[in-house]
């Protein structure tokens, strides 16, 4: 069981607009910045969105980021079908011994 | 261009110990954190331990604790991680990731290798 709550999948047709979202508490969302990774089989995990709302550099601006309270979203729009990955949000946990954690994960299908 | 190359996976034993590397390139590899995150087969990622500028260890998780031991050798550039007492559980790709800060509270990893397969089977 993941200390950050993520739906398990997701999905939505070309030039859709989808969401992720990813719950936690006081102690990891609510209270440090939360980081979003994109992961496709066989590669490395890209960080796509940084400090809640952030894109690094490359990232196109179809992907952005919120947050409020404790939990917080990915959204996607104009989804393509290259968007087909899997999703993961992270935070630091003050309260942990294990202060990196990481959501489930989510995956996005493209129908 | 920043490179991350893990190294040293492979098939081992219960109970034995594996050592795995990475050699960082392309940055300052001494003012940035380190972290291992692993991936077992058909799940989700997993931080597994990290590492301040100047090696102070950021905590490891649960499952690691008492048996995996992360350092570093900045004149090397190089990051590891010594596994001792592995499991069958253990079994997951094994990536090194750059964090974008020198070790506060952080979970943004800005690059990230492609990973070192550790298998533990009998």
């Given at each position: ?5 993520q739906p398990?999948?997701a999905s939505g047709?070309?030039?859709q607009r989808v969401t992720i979202s990813c ?13 979003w ?25 179809r992907f952005s980021g919120s947050?409020?309270?404790?939990s917080a979203s990915l959204a996607i729009s104009?989804l ?7 999703y993961?949000c ?16 989510t995956?996005l299908?493209?129908? | ?122």
């Amino acid at each position: 069981q993941s200390v950050l709550t993520q739906p398990p999948s997701a999905s939505g047709t070309p030039g859709q607009r989808v969401t992720i979202s990813c719950s936690g508490s006081s102690s990891n969302i609510g209270s440090n910045h939360v980081n979003w990774y994109q992961h496709l089989p066989g590669t490395a995990p890209k960080l796509l969105i940084y400090n809640d709302n952030q894109r690094p550099s490359g990232v196109p601006d179809r992907f952005s980021g919120s947050k409020s309270g404790t939990s917080a979203s990915l959204a996607i729009s104009g989804l393509q079908s290259e968007d087909e990955a899997d999703y993961y949000c992270a935070a630091w946990d003050d309260s942990l011994n294990a202060p990196v954690v990481f959501g489930g994960g989510t995956k996005l299908t493209v129908l | 261009e920043v490179q991350l190359v893990e190294s040293g996976g492979g098939l081992v034993q219960p109970g034995r110990s594996l050592r795995l590397s990475c050699a960082a390139s392309g940055f300052t590899f001494d003012d940035y954190a380190m972290h291992w995150v692993r991936q077992v087969p058909g799940k989700g990622l997993e931080w597994v331990s990290g590492i301040t500028w100047n090696s102070g260890t950021l905590g490891y998780a649960d499952s690691a604790k008492g048996r995996f031991s992360i350092s570093r050798n900045n004149a090397k550039n190089s990051l590891y991680l010594q596994m001792n007492s592995l499991r069958a559980e253990d079994t997951a790709l094994y990536y090194c990731a750059k964090d974008a800060g020198s070790g506060g509270r952080s979970s943004t990893f800005d690059y990230w290798g492609q990973g070192t397969l550790v298998t533990v089977s009998a």
